[in-house]
């Protein structure tokens, strides 16, 4: 949506992460490159291979150029993924065999290259290991980046060193995320994603105001304009005018005097006024979110989303590199509880490149759970470093996108085969290790007596969760309206859960985005959750709700909550039930 004055333009999108800023428009293409094919004459031959070998060079110095330019700001750590791109670029295949093509076949240089590709798809269709067939994804990643090179068109990396500027993008994806520099992108914008898309959380992660699903926003805009983002509201203005700007100016300064005063109540503790605890932990991505969810109040890490090492690269971490990583982790939240999940890459978080995998349904396809059992030595590398890291101090482990009992007990075999592996050679971990499953698949909600009899904790995933329970996909802004929390089939499914839980005599947590919002605690309370992980920016907006709530009042809130049919009574009831002092004042 975009409403224009003078030369000042408005547009709507969702907000997906919180904060106010302005700054200066940099707009970054990630589009994909359009490939045309088409004959050739003989004479023409020459010269179309002279473009390809050309544009293989220029690829070759942009990855260069890219590897010194993220050494200088990430550090070398993650660079595995330019040094497989570049090993990529030099195997003979892919030139000899694009050359062959357009002499014989005589096609176009760009036509070549894609059916190039084509049958470096064939073979890699034909390995059994699926993890290196989807390495395919890697090699996608390097043809689209000669294509574009071949028709002059350069694949912006995340700007650098710019100055302090605000990235508008068609899409942001996981892993361009994290190659952003806090120091100077002081916001992003994107045409697509939703609020509980893996960007949106990683924008939260790092603190970066968000606003997505601004359809159209890169056409209409250019560099340079001044723009303000406002990630509470979902709103973006182009060249504000004077009052404009001021008053956007005086709703920051009054959001970050409300985080300011917010930050003071961190230490007291998560109880109702009629001393009913709970926990309220944090999701994390990276070690430097622990310290945060630490200053935030948080009392540990609910869930940590190991995906992010998996990103960015082309092959598995070893064990080592995952245990300094996990160790990192817990030494930032020492002495507090550390829930590692293991990986949950797949569906929209994307190992790199893995976009152009032709997967009709990734939300229902390989992911999660499903690659880990399906890679048992890569898996169980994950599980010693996990394993290793309860040696040092308190963590508990949970499955991501459980389905069924054997996808469990397959999990639980594999860890009980690490711990074996540990005790052989006399490594030491926690032999007393909590297990626990993340439900966020409607199937396990219906079996969960089943699965409650397996394990020692529940999560519920609610982002996902709401996904798969009412077919809307987290991602897509289109849909977002439909994305409904407070759905009666999503409220019912909550209240299934923890009923479960609670018979079998285990725990009953929560770590989707609903954990999140203060609105919907007096129902988590009142439905009975022993733990809530969130972002660490939500965290104290919610611990100054349940410290206003009794839970008297939260279980007759969450019992009233199902006397109505529709998300929208709902949200209304809660709405009338709750007044939010603070927390409210802001939106
Ligand atoms: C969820 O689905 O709610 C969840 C916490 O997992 P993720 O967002 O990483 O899929
Ligand atoms: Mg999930």
């Given at each position: 949506?975009?409403?224009?004055?003078?030369?000042?333009?408005?547009?709507?999108?969702?907000?997906?992460?919180?904060?106010?800023?302005?700054?200066?428009?940099?707009?970054?293409?990630?589009?994909?490159?359009?490939?045309?094919?088409?004959?050739?004459?003989?004479e023409?031959?020459?010269?179309?291979?002279?473009?390809?070998?050309?544009?293989?060079?220029?690829?070759?110095?942009?990855?260069?150029?890219?590897?010194?330019?993220?050494?200088?700001?990430?550090?070398?750590?993650?660079?595995?993924?330019?040094?497989?791109h570049?090993?990529?670029?030099?195997?003979?295949?892919?030139?000899?065999?694009t050359?062959?093509?357009?002499?014989?076949?005589?096609?176009?240089?760009?036509?070549?290259?894609?059916?190039?590709?084509?049958?470096?798809?064939?073979?890699?269709?034909?390995?059994?290991?699926?993890?290196?067939?989807?390495?395919?994804?890697?090699?996608?990643?390097?043809?689209?980046?000669?294509?574009?090179?071949?028709?002059?068109?350069?694949?912006?990396?995340?700007?650098q060193?710019?100055?302090?500027?605000?990235?508008?993008?068609?899409?942001?994806s996981?892993?361009?995320?994290?190659?952003?520099?806090?120091?100077?992108?002081?916001?992003?914008?994107?045409?697509?994603?939703?609020?509980?898309?893996?960007?949106?959380?990683?924008?939260?992660?790092?603190?970066?105001?968000?606003?997505?699903?601004?359809?159209?926003?890169?056409?209409?805009?250019?560099?340079?304009?001044?723009?303000?983002?406002?990630?509470?509201?979902?709103?973006?203005?182009?060249?504000?005018?004077?009052?404009?700007?001021?008053?956007?100016?005086?709703?920051?300064?009054?959001?970050?005097?409300?985080?300011?005063?917010?930050?003071?109540?961190?230490?007291?503790?998560?109880?109702?006024?009629?001393?009913?605890?709970?926990?309220?932990r944090?999701?994390?991505?990276?070690?430097?979110?622990?310290?945060?969810v630490?200053?935030?109040?948080?009392?540990?890490?609910?869930?940590?989303?190991?995906?992010?090492?998996?990103?960015?690269?082309?092959?598995?971490?070893?064990?080592?590199?995952?245990?300094?990583?996990?160790?990192?982790?817990?030494?930032?939240?020492?002495?507090?509880?550390?829930?590692?999940?293991?990986?949950?890459?797949?569906?929209?978080?994307?190992?790199?490149?893995?976009?152009l995998?032709?997967?009709?349904?990734p939300?229902?396809?390989?992911?999660?759970?499903?690659?880990?059992?399906?890679t048992?030595?890569?898996?169980?590398?994950?599980?010693?470093?996990?394993?290793?890291?309860?040696?040092?101090?308190p963590?508990?482990?949970m499955?991501?996108?459980?389905?069924?009992?054997?996808?469990?007990?397959?999990?639980?075999?594999?860890?009980?085969?690490a711990?074996?592996?540990?005790?052989?050679?006399?490594?030491?971990?926690?032999?007393?290790?909590?297990?626990?499953?993340?439900?966020?698949?409607?199937?396990?909600?219906?079996i969960?007596?089943?699965?409650?009899?397996?394990?020692?904790?529940f999560?519920?995933?609610?982002?996902d969760?709401?996904q798969?329970?009412?077919?809307?996909?987290?991602?897509?802004?289109?849909?977002?309206?439909?994305?409904?929390?407070?759905?009666?089939?999503?409220?019912?499914?909550?209240?299934?859960i923890?009923?479960?839980?609670?018979?079998?005599?285990?725990?009953?947590?929560?770590?989707?985005?609903?954990?999140?919002?203060?609105?919907?605690?007096?129902?988590?309370?009142?439905?009975?959750?022993?733990?809530?992980?969130?972002?660490?920016?939500?965290?104290?907006?919610?611990?100054?709700?349940?410290?206003?709530?009794?839970?008297?009042?939260?279980?007759?809130?969450?019992?009233?909550?199902?006397?109505?049919?529709?998300?929208?009574?709902?949200?209304?009831?809660?709405?009338?039930?709750?007044?939010?002092?603070?927390?409210?004042?802001?939106?």
């Open positions: 949506m975009v409403s224009v004055k003078s030369d000042m333009k408005s547009f709507s999108g969702i907000a997906a992460s919180p904060g106010i800023a302005m700054g200066r428009l940099r707009i970054v293409d990630r589009r994909r490159a359009v490939v045309s094919e088409y004959p050739i004459s003989s023409t031959i020459l010269h179309e291979i002279g473009r390809l070998v050309q544009a293989i060079e220029d690829t070759r110095q942009e990855l260069e150029n890219l590897r010194i330019r993220l050494a200088e700001t990430t550090g070398e750590d993650n660079l595995f993924f330019i040094e497989t570049l090993m990529i670029l030099s195997d003979e295949r892919l030139s000899t065999e050359t062959e093509i357009i002499r014989t076949g005589l096609i176009n240089a760009e036509g070549a290259l894609r059916r190039t590709l084509h049958r470096y798809r064939e073979t890699f269709e034909s390995i059994d290991d699926p993890y290196l067939r989807e390495r395919i994804s890697d090699v996608e990643t390097v043809i689209e980046r000669i294509l574009r090179n071949m028709n002059n068109e350069t694949v912006e990396p995340m700007p060193h710019e100055g302090q500027i605000i990235i508008a993008a068609h899409d942001i996981p892993a361009d995320m994290l190659q952003i520099n806090r120091s100077n992108v002081l916001a992003i914008i994107t045409e697509i994603g939703g609020r509980t898309s893996h960007t949106a959380i990683l924008a939260r992660a790092l603190e970066l105001p968000a606003v997505m699903g601004v359809e159209g926003i890169t056409d209409l805009l250019f560099d340079a304009a001044s723009v303000v983002v406002d990630g509470l509201s979902g709103t973006v203005i182009i060249n504000p005018d004077q009052d404009t700007f001021q008053s956007f100016l005086s709703r920051k300064q009054h959001y970050e005097y409300v985080e300011y005063e917010l930050l003071k109540t961190a230490p007291l503790p998560a109880v109702t006024p009629d001393g009913h605890s709970i926990f309220l944090g999701n994390v991505e990276i070690p430097e979110e622990g310290a945060s630490l200053a935030h109040g948080g009392s540990g890490v609910g869930l940590f989303r190991t995906e992010i090492i998996f990103m960015n690269r082309t092959y598995m971490p070893e064990e080592e590199e995952q245990f300094s990583l996990y160790t990192a982790m817990q030494q930032a939240i020492a002495p507090h509880l550390l829930t590692i999940r293991t990986m949950d890459a797949g569906g929209d978080k994307l190992l790199d490149g893995m976009d995998i032709a997967e009709a349904n939300a229902l396809g390989l992911r999660a759970i499903r690659i880990s059992l399906g048992p030595e890569e898996f169980k590398k994950q599980l010693r470093a996990i394993l290793r890291v309860s040696a040092n101090g963590v508990r482990v499955f991501p996108m459980i389905s069924g009992i054997e996808e469990v007990r397959a999990a639980k075999k594999l860890l009980d085969e711990k074996q592996e540990l005790t052989y050679v006399r490594i030491p971990y926690d032999t007393e290790i909590k297990v626990g499953i993340m439900i966020e698949i409607p199937a396990a909600v219906t969960a007596d089943l699965l409650a009899r397996e394990v020692d904790f999560s519920v995933g609610t982002n969760l709401i798969y329970t009412l077919a809307i996909d987290r991602s897509n802004e289109q849909l977002s309206h439909l994305y409904q929390p407070l759905h009666p089939a999503v409220l019912r499914a909550l209240r299934r923890v009923q479960a839980a609670h018979g079998a005599g285990i725990q009953a947590c929560l770590c989707g985005e609903m954990a999140g919002d203060p609105l919907y605690l007096p129902i988590l309370l009142g439905l009975g959750f022993d733990e809530l992980s969130m972002g660490a920016g939500s965290l104290l907006r919610v611990k100054q709700i349940l410290r206003r709530c009794t839970l008297g009042r939260a279980t007759r809130i969450a019992e009233g909550c199902f006397v109505f049919s529709t998300a929208a009574e709902v949200k209304s009831y809660l709405q009338s039930q709750i007044t939010f002092d603070v927390a409210e004042s802001i939106d």
